[in-house]
Each structure stands twice: as structure tokens, then as C-alpha cells.
């Protein structure tokens, strides 16, 4: 166990539907990121926070939106969704302010869209 | 860095012999470099690292070897098990930028 919690695990969904995806770090940890990994593909960056501010952006998609709350939770909203959105997406955390140490995983939030 | 190319993508070995994932990376200033291994269905998981100013680094069955002049780095396992099978990930990452950057990903298969 990570300590890293990531809901909900599994979601099905159609075409053109918002939905939210959440994210709670380990006990302490400031920083929060997000990937996206499509089936048998890699792990695709898509942002950064870092207690509560937004640090860097990978390929985040403009229907794709995301926060860190004063608590520290993250939330990833994916909006106006399409088939090619269906994936495996991963919060993962860290306890340092820059990125030179280990990412903590959770498991998973799997996305289908029909 | 930026960009983390990651060779190759899938590699099948004998149990027993050893195996090699070779990644390179574009930002001269990359001064993290860690290794992931996700096991099917799992998580990722960091299994090794190595800071820029370290030429190798090495834990039981598996090192890590860096050449900061052809920027490029190296995870070597050796005397495979079955339980090696996984997709391991390198990344690249550098201090004052926030951006972890993962390779395209090595699926490594050891035959018994």
C-alpha cells in the first residue's frame, strides 16, 4: 500500500459525459500529479501541483481540468468525453517540492468510455 | 528532461541470463534519473535511482549505470526470474523544472 488513494477505481461512462476523479496523497506529501496510461502504452503526463499551486503542465487536453485543494486532495475533471479518453489514470505523490525523489503511485482510477 | 527515449520496447530472455533497458535523454541538466516497475495490473513502483553525480548504482540483482556525457542510462538485471516479468519505466527528471517525464516503457519477459 502506497498510501496513496485513488477514487473511484472503475468507471463506465458514455460519450460527451464530465466525470471527476479524485486523489488523495500519502500522510504529508505536498505534490500531487496526474498521468494518463492508455492501454499497452506509457505513462503520459499531464500536470503537476504542488501545495495548491499548479507547477507544470504535460499534455493535458483542454477538455481536462485540475485542482488541489487546501486539504491537499486532487481532482482531475475530464469533460466532453470521447472514446480515446478511455484509460488508466494515476495519481501519484511525492514529499519534495522539487522532483528529484521517489513518486508514490496510487492504483488506479480505470476509465471506460462507451 | 523533456524527452526520455526508452530501447526496447519489449525484451524476452531466458531465466537466468541477464537483461538490459537503455533510455537516453535530451536535457543536459537531468539531474534524477529513477527506474519504475509495474507488474500487470499494478502500480508503478520505483525499484532503483540514481543521482547525477553517481556513475552506477547497484542493489542485489539489479544496477543502474549513468553516462552523463552521452546522456544516457541504463538498468541492468541480472540472473532473471519469472518475477522480473513487468514493464519497467525510466524517467528523467531536473531540480528548478516539475516535470517527471516517463520512457515509453520496456515489457520484459523472462522464459522458465
Known amino acids: 500500500d502506497s498510501g496513496v488513494t485513488q477514487t473511484p477505481k472503475h468507471l463506465i461512462t458514455a460519450t460527451g459525459q464530465r466525470v471527476t476523479l479524485r486523489c488523495s496523497p500519502r500522510s504529508g506529501d505536498l505534490s500531487v500529479y496526474w498521468y494518463q496510461q492508455s492501454l499497452d502504452q506509457g505513462l503520459q503526463f499531464l500536470i503537476q501541483y504542488y501545495n495548491g499551486e499548479e507547477r507544470a503542465k504535460g499534455n493535458i487536453l483542454e477538455r481536462f481540468s485540475a485542482q488541489q485543494f487546501p486539504d491537499l486532495h486532487s481532482e482531475l475533471n475530464l469533460s466532453s468525453l470521447e472514446l480515446g479518453d478511455s484509460a488508466l489514470y494515476f495519481c501519484a505523490s511525492s514529499s519534495k517540492a522539487t522532483i528529484t525523489g521517489e513518486l508514490f503511485f496510487g492504483e488506479g482510477s480505470r476509465l471506460t468510455v462507451l | 528532461g523533456e524527452n526520455v527515449e526508452q530501447h526496447p520496447s519489449t525484451l524476452s530472455v531466458q531465466e537466468g541470463d541477464s537483461a538490459v533497458i537503455k533510455c537516453t535523454y535530451s536535457d543536459s541538466a537531468s539531474n534524477y534519473f529513477p527506474w519504475y516497475k509495474q507488474e500487470l495490473g499494478k502500480r508503478p513502483q520505483l525499484i532503483i535511482d540514481i543521482r547525477s553525480n553517481v556513475g552506477e548504482k547497484k542493489d542485489q540483482r539489479i544496477a543502474v549505470t549513468l553516462n552523463k556525457t552521452a546522456k544516457h542510462f541504463s538498468l541492468h538485471i541480472t540472473e532473471t526470474q519469472p518475477e522480473d516479468s513487468a514493464v519497467y519505466f525510466c524517467?528523467?527528471?531536473?531540480?528548478?523544472?516539475?516535470?517527471?517525464?516517463f520512457g515509453t516503457g520496456t515489457r520484459l519477459k523472462v522464459l522458465a
Open positions: 524517467a528523467a527528471t531536473t531540480s528548478g523544472t516539475y516535470k517527471y517525464i
